[in-house]
């Protein structure tokens, strides 16, 4: 999250998408569930006869406790082949109107269809506060009030069918409002926008590719489990690498996942994080401030290309995690503000309404159909595009009537509190509407504060996510790390800390874009000494970080240890990577992801006490840390040493567990990674010395700024 959104110029394109034809969709039959929740909903047989899209109709949505709504719980109805195409019914009304419509986007937004035998589009859009509604675009010379929708009765949707209009062709809603004035709008529900800074939507079909991964799905829930591996690759597409003719140029979903995938599994990284990527007007923005929510951004290429992206990532075991914002969006003309002429989909009293840090407004969480605009849109990416995962941005804006604003500026909630009620509501029955539809995805949150159960069931009073950053590790560890060394004995405790909380949420430990831009420095240039002694720190906090509970993220520029700081504007300075010293931390990083996903007991259990057990923490005039991992049935230990100095401590003693050799099986000073090659020739044996309260001692030589990784063989 940064700058304040800049408004983005209003463009009526004449150009159109070319797009390939639209697939045939099978035919749905109905249930006998359908047939009673038609009779509940006052939806007569002719009608449902008519109704296309059987999968948006929740079985459950009638529960008045709220509870998630499973997708395959839907209803399914037939549709004539008279009207092959959504339609909005009292039933989609009433659960829109109730927040429960989980498919709203089959039937919001414009859809490629027929009428009477006709081809052309359907288009429906809520605004309860028009006046009167027209689709414009190349089609009727972008004149108002040629192509009219009408309002279904007493109803705040409006719905229409044009007929001839196709796929690729531009459209935009001209909205008058009850001030007599016409506010040209994007479609909220667009799957493809024009490319910034036009701002047109592209009427498109997401059903032209060809999904491949079914491995990838049917083992998914493993690859994301709690207890699996987890090294996330966090990436800015419009700047991990450019195209190298022209600089200004981004390369297409299609480029980047090839070339992304194969860096990210020959670094040996798991997953992929990317900014948001749904479409947003201002490149400066990084994508946080999204004006089209179901659209991904036609800055790399279209929707078919970023499910191709997705699909290849997951066809070679990389899972892909999108960033995602619905704590907030920006006020530009043509999308979600004053979009009637009202605020609908932000709140209408000042105090709630605007982030005034980033000039943006705020979801109204009280209204049902600004819920389920959210909840849909979440669940989408999931449907349409395989996403493995959401990071939830700016959470902590969300939970907080008082986040960034002064006395007077904010209302108490009901209770008296700082709360914000209605928010934590979503995010709980968000969460559990994710989990239940898509078991073995994941949710995480970045949340700054220290609010309790981030990352616990609903049911235990948490807000249900499945991890959450943890961003006083990363906070505390950076400031230790910044440190001259001869300082670090007085601050032992800035390390040390994190464990007594380390085990109360399911921690992701986070070293992301936003610790290395504004003046914060490059992760490289946050450590002390000379360019030797850089290097030596970098190497040692990477160490330390994947020896530390929880899943792991690192920044693209971090594994090249870029001096610079990450520019959004331009690509990562790849040439570094030509010499030597940053070839080496590359190499070091590929070593040390290899060795998390293939010892257990430094993945297994990252979130209970019993996975981590200190050996010593008390030195802290020698600034020595020792600690082992375990894993989950103990059968598997390893030993960590960090010497947080660049002072060598040799044949010093630490007390192990068990009897046995121990294979060094890391060493960060080696020469290979541009160390000093200080080290313990591959390993020590145990002598039978009690140490540190435990049974066995051995001896070790600890490099200067070093981490050191032990496993006993004997086990």
Known sequence: MVQKNKKS???????????????????????????????????????????????????????????????????PIQFTPQDQAPWITDFDRYLLGEG??????????????????????????????????????????????????????????????IAGLKEGDYYKYAIHSEDDKIREKSDPYAFFSEIRPKTASVVTSLDHHGWQDAAWMAQRHERNSLEAPISIYEVHLGSWKRSSEDASRFKNYRELAHELVEYAKNEGYTHIELMPIMEHPLDESWGYQVLSYFAPTSRFGSPQDFMYFVDYCHRHNIGVILDWVPAHFPQDPHGLANFDGREIYAY?????????????????????????????????????????????????????????????????????????????????????????????VLTMAEE?????????????????????????????????????????????????????????ENFVL??????????????LEKMPGDDWQKFANLRLFLGYMFGHPGKKLNFMTNDIAQRDEWCATKSMDWHLTQYQPHQQIQYFMRDLNKLYVKNKPLYEVDFEWQGFEWIDFLDHENSVLSFIRWSKD???????????????????????????????????????????????????????????????SIQVNLPPLSVNIFKPQSR
Not at 12 to 18: G, M, N
Not at 453 to 475: A, C, D, E, I, Q
Not at 511 to 522: A, R
Not at 677 to 696: K, T
Request: contains cysteine; proline residues 5%.
């Open 634 to 696: 103990r059968s598997e230990s390893v030993v960590f040493t960090l010497n947080l100095t660049p002072v060598p401590r040799f044949v010093y003693r630490i007390g192990v567990p068990v009897a046995g050799y121990y294979k060094e099986i890391l060493n960060s000073d080696a020469a290979e990674y541009g160390g000093s090659g200080i080290g313990n020739l591959g390993g020590v044996a145990s002598e039978d010395f009690p140490w540190h309260g435990r049974p066995y």
């Open 510 to 523: 986070p070293i992301s874009h936003d610790e290395v831009v504004h003046g914060k420095h490059s992760l």
């Open 348 to 440: 209408d009293d000042w105090k709630k309404r605007e982030h005034k840090d980033w000039g943006t407004f705020v979801f109204n969480y009280a209204n049902p159909k600004v819920r389920n605009f959210l909840t849909a849109n979440a669940l989408f990416w999931f449907d349409k595009y395989h996403i493995d995962g959401l990071r939830v941005d700016a959470v902590a804006s969300m939970i907080y009537r008082d986040y960034s604003r002064k006395p007077g500026e904010w209302d108490p909630n009901e209770y008296g509190g700082r709360e914000n009620l209605e928010a934590i509501d979503f995010l709980k029955r968000l969460n559990e509407t994710v989990h239940l539809n898509y078991p073995g």
């Open 100 to 161: 429960t419509h989980f498919k709203s986007y089959e039937k919001l937004g414009s859809h490629l269809g027929t009428k009477d035998g006709v081809a052309g589009v359907y288009f429906c859009i809520w605004a309860p506060n028009a006046k009167a509604i027209s689709v414009i675009g190349d089609f009727n010379r972008w004149i108002v009030g040629v192509n009219n929708l009408d309002r279904l009765p007493e109803s705040e949707f409006w719905v229409g069918f």
């Open 448 to 504: 700054s504060t220290s609010w309790t159960g981030v990352s616990r069931p609903t049911y235990t009073g948490g807000l249900g996510f499945s991890m959450k950053w943890n961003m006083g590790w990363m906070h505390d560890t950076l400031e230790y790390f910044c440190k001259e060394p001869v300082h670090r004995r007085f601050h032992q405790n800035m390390l040390t800390f994190s464990m007594l909380y380390a085990f109360t």
């Open 9 to 75: 110029a209003v463009s009526k394109s004449k150009k159109k998408a070319v797009l390939p034809l639209e697939k045939k969709s099978k035919p749905v039959v109905q249930s006998k569930k359908s047939s009673a929740l038609l009779k509940k909903s006052k939806v007569s047989p002719n009608t449902a006869t008519k109704i296309v899209s059987a999968a948006t109709y929740q079985a459950s949505s009638y529960s008045q406790s709220h509870e998630p709504i499973r997708l395959s719980d839907k209803a």
